[in-house]
């Protein structure tokens, strides 16, 4: 009687799960037919989601990458040199600015500047053009012993003529004592 | 020769002057008052005669007499009287000696009188122009002038450079003219020229750019000045004749030009060595030789009257002062020592002495002194930044920027210092003149 009883059971189980396999396999079978897929196929399908992922990527990364240069370039022009009065000497704090300069310049391994140099109001005409220029120079010659190449900066004097701040306060004179860099 | 009065008034004068400045080594004073601009000698120009009658004339007789009284008052060494306590009746009174009554004229206090007579006719014109001593009651100079009547100023102008002859030893400056920068409302500087007495402007570039600094040649044929064109500062040396410019655009600085008193050549700073030096050049920009050799700012050539020597701006002991260049000897002394910062030196034509701009407390102001360190004197004072002054071809006359009105405008004073007064109104912003040779 026992014995009855588990041949009863094991083809109780056994029968659903032979149905189900053979249920299940008619199934993607049934797919397969409808599709026209092959493994090929749906491997190259793969392949290009891929690759389309990958150009994206790359897209992406290239557009920070231009991000993140184009915030780098204009913190560097934004950033001046400032001088004392009559001066062409870089203080402390000039000679940091222009450290973090030869940073940009050597990690920007193809840009090439222009060293502007400006003078405030006070002096006259034509010793200011002469002034602009040592402060241009001063700022060259610092980044050049920094191991920055000579060729890829320019310098220019503008004397007095280009002040950023037209105020004739001490503040405003401290403003346009300046070198300033532009990216060519 | 001036009669007496005239001439010892001004000898005394200079006497006084010479005698007053040779103390005055150490400090220096405000406008010294001993000087041949102090006394103005009074003289009477009435309104000049119409000969024949005629409108064109009674107008060129009129315009003529007006154009000779402000030649002189513009030279500083006369004082007009007014023609409404004038005696004689200009339309009647004879115009040459035999006739006139001079106690008309010394009993106003006129020591000096000039008449003229005009004829006209198809638009050609006759001057005649005399200048008579009241008190010797005796014609001094007499001359005769014809031309268009487009040539009346130049006529009027001949005379007055005879006056000024006869007066000073030296002709004047009535053929010169003054070249400046305006600065437009686009911020544009360009540079004009206008006559001694600010008539007849002439924009003369049209770079739509930066120019600064103009410079004559000798003979006023040309003005160097640097644009801004390209970019960068490049020297152009102009020519009016030619309406051409020869540019020198070496790599850096090419400013602050000065001609060589004769011949064909100018000094300017170029830094292309990596330092601003002074050097010589040729007309055409070649350069002939380097005139400066320090390291730091040298600047601002200007030579002496006779080539043998060059003031000029330098830092080379550590604030910017005027030397002196022996250009025989190679020689080099200083020449300033009043103050902190003394630039833009102009030496005058006369020799004896240098103009230059002093900067001191934030206040700018013109000073001269003596080729010779002498005699140093302050022009102005209180009125504004007042620099880049040039000498009148005779030396008499000094033309300078003020901000004394707001903006920056063109002035012109005596040499020493007296009668300041405003050359032309222009919209905008004028600077840096520079005063020509005279023709004549």
Known sequence: MRRKIWVLLAMLLVLPAFMMTTACSKKAAVKKEAAGMSDEERARLEAERQKELERQRLL????????????????????????AFDSSTLDATAQDTLRLKAQYLRSAADVAVTIEGHCDERGTVEYNLALGDRRAEAAKKFLADMGIDASRMTTVSYGEERPLDMGHTEDAWEKNRRAQFVVK | MPTKSVISGVLLASVLFLAATAGFAANYNIVDVTNPFARKIPIAIPHFKPMEGG???????????EMLESALMFTGYFKMLDRGAYLADPETMPIDSPGINFRNWTGIGAELLITGGLREQSGQLEMELRLFDTFKEQVIIGKRYSGSVEDQRRMVHKFCAEILFWLTGSRGFFDSRITYISTEESGNKEVYVCDFDGENTRKITSLRSICLSPAWSPDGGSIAFTS??????DLYIYSLSDNHSTVVAEKGLNISPAWFPTGNQLAATLSFSGDPEIYLLTGSGKIIKQLTKDPGIDVSPTFSPDGRKMAFVSKRQGSPQVYIKNLDSGSVDRLTFNGKNNTQPEWSPKGDKILYTAIEDNQINIFVIGADGQGLAQLTSG????????????????????SRDGNEKIYVMTAFGTDQRRLFSKPGKQSEPAWSGNRE
């Not at chain 1, 557009?63 to 993140?68: D, F, G, I, M, W």
């Not at chain 2, 409108?55 to 007499?65: F, H």
């Not at chain 2, 009125?383 to 003020?402: A, K, Y």
């Open chain 1, 60 to 83: 992406e990364e290239e557009r920070l990458r231009k991000e993140a240069a184009a915030a780098a370039q204009t913190k560097f022009e934004a950033e001046h040199i400032y001088y």
């Open chain 2, 228 to 233: 801004y064109k390209s970019g960068k500062p």
């Open chain 2, 383 to 402: 009125s504004g930044d007042n620099e880049g002054g040039s000498w009148s071809p005779d030396g008499s006359m000094i033309v300078f920027s003020s």
């Open chain 2, 55 to 65: 409108q064109a004339e009674s107008i060129a007789s009129r315009k003529s007499s």
